[in-house]
């Protein structure tokens, strides 16, 4: 069983930063590809970026290349968002997720077991 808990959120002006973290209790998280996914209300859960159990492949939305980078640090059980040059329309509830399934990084929630409970991220002036 693998508990996920995000934080970092907050709100930021545009054109600012955030990290988020996704701390992870359970001995197998780090055999686990990971992704981060987001939800503003009224609107469906979206794939944001992904990274394998080792952190060699990482994959991401053509709305945040480059601008965000996801990483993650096995020894600490841990996954981070990297956030930059952040606009309006990154506002969501950003939410961590684990994928039992060690051979694939997916895109789709459907894919992912475990989730954190979210973490608010406003982008406003």
């Known amino acids: 069983q693998v508990q996920l808990v995000e934080s970092g959120g907050g709100l930021v002006q545009p054109g600012g930063s955030l990290r988020l973290s996704c701390a992870a209790s359970g001995r197998t998280f780090s055999m686990y590809p990971t992704g981060w996914f987001r939800q503003a209300p009224g609107k469906e859960r979206w794939f944001v970026a992904a990274?394998?159990?080792?952190?060699?492949?990482?994959y991401y939305a053509d709305s945040v290349k480059g601008r965000f980078t996801i990483s993650r640090d096995n020894a600490k059980n841990a996954v981070y968002l990297q956030m930059n040059s952040l606009k309006p329309e990154d506002t969501a509830v950003y939410y961590c997720?684990?994928?039992?399934?060690?051979?694939?990084?997916?895109?789709?929630?459907?894919?992912?077991?475990?989730w954190g409970q979210g973490t608010q991220v406003t982008v406003s002036s």
């Open positions: 990274i394998s159990w080792s952190g060699g492949s990482t």
């Open positions: 997720a684990a994928d039992r399934n060690r051979q694939r990084v997916g895109a789709h929630s459907s894919e992912y077991t475990y």
